[in-house]
């Protein structure tokens, strides 16, 4: 099996037909190294910002797996790993660990202790360069009045040489070197190499790296005329994690200096989890007086590729890890994965770079929340962080009209009941709100296909507060459910909207019943006998609720956003148009900022894809609930149930998933998952969700 670097070096007239101009960034503090002005992707990620909080503290060590580092290169020698148990060049293993002279890392191409390029053998110049360049991104010294400025300036750069020095190595010689960073105490693993062929030794030692809690980041690789979608082509070693349904490395997209996808980077929704600048790279290059093709010039601009991108996210697992020690791989790859900004990508791209754009200043201000203020040594676990709450499931259909609310972790059922007649077997959709004002949130239901339009009110016991019908009393086309607050009191009101042929409409009551805004006819435009789905949320930080609409199966996958007054405010699609088979909506802030994000599901026939917009459609990350196989939909809710910023997402699987309940912390880190009845029970259920 080979491996091929990742077009480390693209000439500029091959990738883009423009130039760059200089950046002069605004910032509290000012290094002074010579280059940084063509450093333009440091300020695109804040590093300014991250730094006046932390450059790091030289405690971290960073193992890069390539072609070798310029070991005496100005800007990193001081930065370079050295094995204190080793004596450099005496050709004795002194600290046993079965590697000689191993004192800056080791070359598993020439099987000997100095892991730079070789000279003498056929090479390429960009091969040849590939690992200094990373290396300069991720670790040159800042601040030292030379070249450039690495994301962490204080941190120890172990050089790793498994490719030689025209980029070609095999899984073999990476699985040695994942195993030697391992050994000698990486903090973090750098990858800035595919290949296409599954190797199970590799993925062992990558998994047993990060059982022994190093962050393992790889490059997503390159392809012509707009990337490859890798669901559909896997590529290693970034999807090894995925394919053992485990979430061991951060995989990275590129994007350019507009946030907007690379032209040439590879993309997936489930093998990618962040972007990170990779086009137009300034950064430190292999030098050597005595070498004629490297003899000019130890710096260079124009390098590209998802090799870039990479070490950038490499580096700023670093800077976290060095800011506070005692967060895991775990709390690293989320922090990073909540934190980060918008990636414009399009057509088949869209929704599939991770959840967004390194920011490297918002997740050094996020990490506090991942560490006990009582215990700074103390890491808080994602799990660990799960407040308790309670959710409440009910059957999709073909079950008796059952609701049964459980603990978080699912082991035990705190109430049961039966929101209708015993002999209803429509389904039963439900949602939670404080519609009393008493601050205690009450459970909502209403009926599947074949129900009257009755709305039912119960207290978290199950007893039943209060009861209203939402049309007339002959409609059995089913309803949806949603609560929220329209006028800034406090108290949530009941949003219902209409099944199929039940003329598209959407009813405003307060708990008691009474109509408290006219009737909307949402999609009066396109049909008046589709299927209308509801959320409320309050998209645009108003203080008050917007009504949000989706519509069933048949029909394009367009999301509408209302005032409660009926004033429409915007629409998007929430997928391809050629979609049809109907969109789930939810609400809440996923980010902590103030304004509910929208975030939407597939119906069944779909795939289990998740994303999330802002109010203007704006896409902000995507996620599969479930197997990427799995065609029963995907239903929908948002809570606040964690200790993180910001709300939760449950997922519950459609007809043919069982009764899956999953809870997703922000940007897809699944945080709990139980089945609220026998796995083998494939009609399809909908949840609700509320902390304690």
Known sequence: MSHRILSPWIPLGLLFCFIISSVSPARAFTPDDEFLEEQWYLQNIDAYTAWDTHTGDGSVVVAILDTGIDLDHPDLKENIWK????????????????????????????????????????????????????????????????????????????????????????????????????????????????????DDALRRAIEEAYEAGIVVVAAMGNADHGGMNIDQHAIFPACFGERAQED?????????????????????????????????????????DDWEAFSEGSYQDSWSGTSMASPMVAGAAALLKSAYHSLSPDDIKLILRLSVDPVTATGDAKGKMGSGRLNIASALALAPSFVDASDSGSSVSAREAISSYRIAVAP?????????????????????????????????????????????????????????????VFDLEGNLESQFYAFETTLRSGLYVATGDINGDGIEEIAVSTDEDGSARVGLFDRGGEQ????????????????????????????????????????????????????????????????????????????????????????????????????????????????????????????????????????????????????YNGYAQLIGTFFSDDENDREGINSAAWGL
Request: with cysteine; net charge negative.
């Open 396 to 456: 999709e259909s073909g079950s008796p009209p059952t609701v049964r609310v459980f603990t978080n972790s699912g082991s035990e059922v705190v109430a049961a009941f039966d929101a209708y007649d015993s002999s209803f077997t429509g389904g039963v959709r439900l949602t939670m709100g404080d519609v009393d004002g008493d601050g205690q949130e009450e459970i909502v239901t209403v009926p599947g296909p074949g129900g009257g339009p009755q709305v039912r």
């Open 516 to 663: 408290v805004e006219s009737t909307l006819n949402a999609f009066e435009d396109l049909s008046a006998g589709r299927s209308v789905r509801l959320t409320m949320g309050d998209v645009d930080g108003d203080g008050t609720d917007e009504v949000i609409l989706s519509l069933g199966q048949g029909y394009e996958p367009l999301i509408r956003i209302y005032e409660p007054d009926g004033e429409f405010v915007s629409e998007f699609l929430a997928y391809t148009s050629t979609y049809d088979k109907g969109v789930f909506v939810a609400s809440g802030d996923l980010d902590g900022d103030g304004d509910d994000e929208i975030v939407t599901g597939t119906d069944n026939g779909g795939g289990p894809q998740v994303q999330i917009f802002d109010a203007a459609g704006t896409w902000l990350g995507t996620f599969f609930a479930y197997d990427s196989a799995f065609r029963g939909g995907v239903r929908l809710s948002v809570g606040n149930l964690s200790e993180w910023p910001g709300a939760s997402i449950i997922t519950a699987a459609g007809p043919g998933g069982g009764p899956h309940i999953r809870v």
């Open 248 to 288: 061991w490395i951060l995989g990275v997209a590129a994007t350019d200096e507009n946030d907007v996808k690379a032209d040439f980077s590879n993309y997936g929704a489930e093998c990618t989890d962040i972007s990170a600048p990779g086009q137009n790279i300034f950064s430190a290059v292999y030098q050597d």
């Open 83 to 198: 094995n204190s148990a080793e004596i450099e060049g005496d050709g004795i293993d002194n600290d046993n660990n079965g590697w000689v002279d191993d004192f800056n890392g080791y070359d598993f191409i020439d099987d000997d202790g100095s892991p730079i390029p070789t000279q003498g053998e056929a090479f390429d110049e960009g091969a040849v360069s590939h690992g200094t360049v990373i290396a300069g991104i991720i670790g040159a010294v800042g601040d030292n009045d030379e070249g450039i400025a690495g994301i962490i300036w204080d941190v120890q750069l172990m050089s790793v040489r498994i490719l030689d020095n025209q980029g070609i190595g095999d899984s073999n010689l990476a699985r040695q070197g994942v195993e030697y960073a391992t050994a000698n105490g990486a903090d973090v693993i750098n990858l800035s190499f595919t290949g296409f062929d599954f």
